[in-house]
């Protein structure tokens, strides 16, 4: 369930935004915008790689707990950047002022920390894991 709301939240926000911008964005701002379609993609697919490497250690077919660690770090990097990027995209056009710096950094700041609620417990949960052979 975890995985799945998280999921969900995430694509109910940003799609609302790419109904709207898709079809009149042009250049960058189009191509980051399919971008994040892209990743938004991709995030299901990690989120199953990750219940698979938890099943298959739990389960004894993977001794090695660094490639869940890797996993989730990775991703969280992936969708951070992502996000960064596409906050960037969304407050840039009309220019850098204090009244839309501000509010792109508090997004950034909040997607940094809600991608860290959402990535970080495979990771945690991998870093505590005992090997067989321990």
Same mark, same amino acid.
């Given at each position: 369930?975890?995985?799945?709301?998280?999921?969900?939240?995430?694509?109910? &926000?940003?799609?609302?935004?790419?109904?709207? &911008?898709?079809?009149?964005? !042009?250049?960058?701002?189009?191509?980051? !915008?399919?971008?994040?379609?892209?990743?938004?993609?991709?995030?299901?697919?990690?989120?199953?790689?990750?219940?698979?490497?938890?099943?298959?250690?739990?389960?004894?077919?993977?001794?090695?707990?660094? @490639?869940?660690? /890797?996993?989730?770090?990775?991703?969280?990097?992936?969708?951070?950047? @992502?996000? &960064?990027?596409? /906050?960037?995209?969304?407050?840039?056009?009309?220019?850098? &002022?204090?009244?839309?710096?501000?509010?792109?950094?508090?997004?950034?700041?909040?997607?940094?920390?809600? !991608?860290?609620?959402?990535?970080?417990?495979?990771?945690?949960?991998?870093?505590?894991?005992?090997?067989?052979?321990?």
């Amino acid at each position: 369930v975890y995985p799945v709301l998280a999921l969900l939240s995430k694509l109910a &926000t940003t799609y609302m935004n790419y109904v709207e &911008t898709l079809g009149v964005g !042009d250049g960058l701002r189009w191509e980051v !915008d399919c971008l994040g379609v892209v990743s938004n993609a991709i995030i299901p697919i990690v989120w199953l790689a990750i219940g698979i490497v938890f099943l298959m250690y739990e389960s004894g077919r993977l001794r090695d707990k660094r @490639i869940l660690m /890797y996993l989730s770090a990775g991703v969280y990097l992936f969708v951070t950047i @992502i996000n &960064t990027i596409q /906050y960037f995209n969304f407050f840039m056009p009309t220019g850098v &002022t204090l009244f839309n710096f501000i509010p792109m950094i508090t997004s950034i700041i909040i997607t940094v920390v809600s !991608d860290f609620i959402a990535y970080a417990p495979p990771f945690f949960l991998a870093l505590s894991m005992k090997n067989t052979s321990e």
